[in-house]
């Protein structure tokens, strides 16, 4: 089976050259552009003939829907909902067939819908799904694949569904090896939504309205300590890895740590990345006095830092126990621990099982997904795109008074918009308006940290340097239009964002007939007339039919 390059989608693309990118615009042209408002933004590549026409339920309707059956705890992106409804590799277009860039999905890693990993996804769907308690070869192949990326010492695999089931079984197995209670966690940290994983997720205890009230339950035999933040924390300088580390020493003292856990670069919390000594001496603090150390690499792990596979290794430290999530499957459910037999063998005797984890589907996705980043060199192309993006998105910052710092690791960046660059007033609802306008552009991304004001960008690792120009001047152009003006005075703080530049696809191509069973109504209904989308669409059909 043939894989794609980096540089090569699995539609036809037409490649613009109208727009001339920041890094080939001569001086004077660049000169230009601090003095004129920019142009706006469009993306480089521009599909032909697609997406395909869309006849489902709109977007106002899937709304309502979700008001009716899900909690408002699941809360959307977007003060107007956005419905993606399909994709492929970086790209993404929404039930209007407008296309957008996607900076911001880590979890489809080797891009939406790869060819590749969808015929073995389906290959192996059409075979069988069993559970562990069966044997079958793909559970191995996978296993020594997987291992075979990891640090010798780490050869125990265990597999489940989720990022987070890997984060609670992770402290349940140091918590059983040392005969020990207490987790030591970041502040701002997010580790996931089970009970325990919630207790380690700081960054959760807000909630999405007045905190989340159980946050305190869940957090029990949980300790925290500042995260090494050398941007807005209280440590600087060459010295901060050892100030920042004294604090796990302080924690140790009480001799019943069983575990720090850290995502090796946070990422919800605003995509800090610590000082370079700081785990090091951390992981050393904890193992003097008999505790583990875990790496949450959920977000950072399978290539995304271009320099490594796995984000802890810039760190020149090994973690005791290695949890991993989101890209290992490529949005299929999946998540792994990987751990030392040591710490394995104290856990032989609990009768573990999970239904789904490790069911050969799974397996198949995870080895496909390890097969696609080595054979479309996307470890290589994380770190070429990330030197050709940094350097870009730095020099916002001599233009924009609003940036206050660009940091980040291989395909994981930050933006932290401040208001004033000595207080570091955060900017949140600056940073909540740059998103909106960036979706109005085709542009989406994400936003973080514990204050809000952090843009995040994590895209798909088929991310090409096209795209990162396509960001930097959607970005210069965005800070320009928001210039001297307030974000409440904004019209996007009502969720009217007028669309600048859409990439606006043919919704139905020359020639393509609406099938008769899948009509669709542009007109809007009320609130009170929503019905399911099947009753509704019949409705809606026999309506156009006259009957």
Same mark, same amino acid.
């Given at each position: 089976?043939?894989?794609?390059?980096?540089?090569?989608?699995?539609?036809?693309?037409?490649?613009?050259?109208?727009?001339?990118?920041?890094?080939?615009?001569?001086?004077?042209?660049?000169?230009?552009?601090?003095?004129?408002?920019?142009?706006?933004?469009?993306?480089?590549?521009?599909?032909?003939?697609?997406?395909?026409?869309?006849?489902?339920?709109?977007?106002?309707?899937?709304?309502?829907?979700?008001?009716?059956?899900?909690?408002?705890?699941?809360?959307?992106?977007?003060?107007?909902?956005?419905?993606?409804?399909?994709?492929?590799?970086?790209?993404?277009?929404?039930?209007?067939?407008?296309?957008?860039?996607?900076?911001?999905?880590?979890?489809?890693?080797?891009?939406?819908?790869?060819?590749?990993?969808?015929?073995?996804?389906?290959?192996?769907?059409?075979?069988?799904?069993? *559970?562990?308690?069966?044997?079958?070869?793909?559970?191995?192949?996978?296993?020594?694949?997987?291992?075979?990326?990891?640090?010798?010492?780490?050869?125990?695999?265990?597999?489940?569904?989720?990022?987070?089931?890997?984060?609670?079984?992770?402290?349940?197995?140091?918590?059983?090896?040392?005969?020990?209670?207490?987790?030591?966690?970041?502040?701002?940290?997010?580790?996931?939504?089970?009970?325990?994983?919630?207790?380690?997720?700081?960054?959760?205890?807000?909630?999405?309205?007045?905190?989340?009230?159980?946050?305190?339950?869940?957090?029990?035999?949980?300790?925290?300590?500042?995260?090494?933040?050398?941007?807005?924390?209280?440590?600087?300088?060459?010295?901060?890895?050892?100030?920042?580390?004294?604090?796990?020493?302080?924690?140790?003292?009480?001799?019943?740590?069983?575990?720090?856990?850290?995502?090796?670069?946070?990422?919800?919390?605003?995509?800090?990345?610590?000082?370079?000594?700081?785990?090091?001496?951390?992981?050393?603090?904890?193992?003097?006095?008999?505790?583990?150390?875990?790496?949450?690499?959920?977000?950072?792990?399978?290539?995304?830092?271009?320099?490594?596979?796995?984000?802890?290794?810039?760190?020149?430290?090994?973690?005791?126990?290695?949890?991993?999530?989101?890209?290992?499957?490529?949005?299929?459910?999946?998540?792994?621990?990987?751990?030392?037999?040591?710490?394995?063998?104290?856990?032989?005797?609990?009768?573990?099982?999970?239904?789904?984890?490790?069911?050969?589907?799974?397996?198949?996705?995870?080895?496909?997904?390890?097969?696609?980043?080595?054979?479309?060199?996307?470890?290589?192309?994380?770190?070429?795109?990330?030197?050709?993006?940094?350097?870009?998105?730095?020099?916002?910052?001599?233009?924009?008074?609003?940036?206050?710092?660009?940091?980040?690791?291989?395909?994981?960046?930050?933006?932290?918009?401040?208001?004033?660059?000595?207080?570091?007033?955060?900017?949140?609802?600056?940073?909540?308006?740059?998103?909106?306008?960036?979706?109005?552009?085709?542009?989406?991304?994400?936003?973080?940290?514990?204050?809000?004001?952090?843009?995040?960008?994590?895209?798909?690792?088929?991310?090409?340097?096209?795209?990162?120009?396509?960001?930097?001047?959607?970005?210069?152009?965005?800070?320009?239009?928001?210039?001297?003006?307030?974000?409440?005075?904004? *019209?996007?703080?009502?969720?009217?964002?007028?669309?600048?530049?859409?990439? *606006?696809?043919?919704?139905?191509?020359?020639?393509?007939?609406?099938?008769?069973?899948?009509?669709?109504?542009?007109?809007?209904?009320?609130?009170?007339?929503?019905?399911?989308?099947?009753?509704?669409?019949?409705?809606?059909?026999?309506?156009?039919?006259?009957?």
């Amino acid at each position: 089976m043939g894989f794609l390059s980096v540089v090569e989608q699995p539609r036809d693309v037409v490649h613009s050259k109208a727009n001339v990118p920041l890094s080939s615009a001569s001086d004077a042209e660049s000169d230009d552009r601090r003095l004129h408002k920019p142009i706006a933004p469009q993306p480089k590549a521009q599909f032909t003939l697609k997406p395909r026409a869309w006849y489902g339920p709109s977007a106002k309707e899937i709304a309502r829907g979700r008001r009716e059956h899900l909690s408002l705890g699941q809360y959307h992106f977007y003060n107007d909902p956005l419905m993606l409804v399909e994709a492929s590799m970086q790209y993404c277009f929404d039930d209007e067939g407008r296309q957008y860039v996607d900076a911001y999905s880590n979890v489809c890693h080797v891009g939406h819908c790869h060819p590749y990993f969808v015929r073995a996804c389906e290959s192996a769907l059409g075979s069988i799904i069993s *559970n562990t308690r069966y044997l079958h070869p793909t559970i191995v192949a996978y296993a020594e694949k997987l291992k075979s990326k990891v640090p010798s010492k780490l050869s125990v695999c265990y597999f489940v569904n989720s990022g987070s089931e890997a984060n609670d079984l992770a402290m349940r197995l140091a918590r059983v090896y040392t005969q020990k209670k207490t987790v030591v966690c970041l502040e701002h940290a997010y580790h996931g939504t089970t009970q325990s994983c919630t207790g380690t997720s700081t960054s959760l205890s807000v909630g999405t309205t007045k905190g989340a009230s159980d946050y305190k339950y869940c957090a029990r035999d949980v300790e925290n300590i500042p995260v090494p933040d050398v941007y807005r924390g209280p440590h600087k300088g060459k010295d901060a890895g050892k100030k920042y580390s004294d604090h796990m020493a302080k924690a140790c003292a009480s001799g019943d740590v069983a575990a720090f856990i850290h995502e090796s670069v946070q990422g919800v919390g605003g995509q800090v990345v610590y000082p370079i000594d700081y785990l090091e001496r951390t992981y050393d603090h904890v193992r003097k006095q008999g505790g583990v150390c875990i790496a949450d690499e959920v977000q950072t792990g399978f290539g995304r830092t271009g320099t490594h596979f796995w984000a802890f290794e810039a760190q020149n430290v090994c973690p005791d126990i290695l949890t991993l999530g989101k890209p290992i499957g490529n949005g299929f459910p999946l998540g792994a621990v990987i751990t030392t037999r040591e710490i394995a063998r104290a856990f032989d005797g609990v009768q573990y099982f999970n239904t789904n984890g490790g069911n050969p589907v799974a397996c198949a996705a995870g080895l496909a997904v390890l097969d696609i980043i080595e054979r479309d060199g996307l470890q290589q192309n994380a770190l070429d795109v990330s030197q050709y993006l940094m350097p870009r998105l730095t020099a916002l910052k001599d233009r924009h008074p609003l940036v206050g710092d660009v940091r980040g690791v291989g395909l994981f960046v930050g933006v932290e918009l401040v208001r004033n660059r000595k207080t570091l007033e955060p900017a949140d609802k600056e940073a909540a308006e740059v998103m909106e306008r960036c979706r109005a552009h085709g542009l989406l991304i994400g936003k973080g940290g514990i204050h809000g004001n952090v843009l995040r960008m994590k895209p798909p690792m088929c991310f090409t340097k096209d795209d990162a120009d396509f960001l930097v001047h959607t970005f210069d152009v965005v800070f320009e239009e928001m210039a001297g003006r307030s974000p409440a005075s904004s *019209n996007s703080s009502s969720g009217q964002v007028t669309p600048v530049s859409y990439i *606006n696809c043919t919704a139905t191509p020359a020639g393509h007939k609406r099938p008769l069973d899948a009509i669709r109504d542009d007109d809007e209904s009320s609130e009170s007339d929503w019905e399911p989308a099947g009753a509704s669409l019949k409705k809606r059909v026999m309506s156009k039919l006259g009957q």
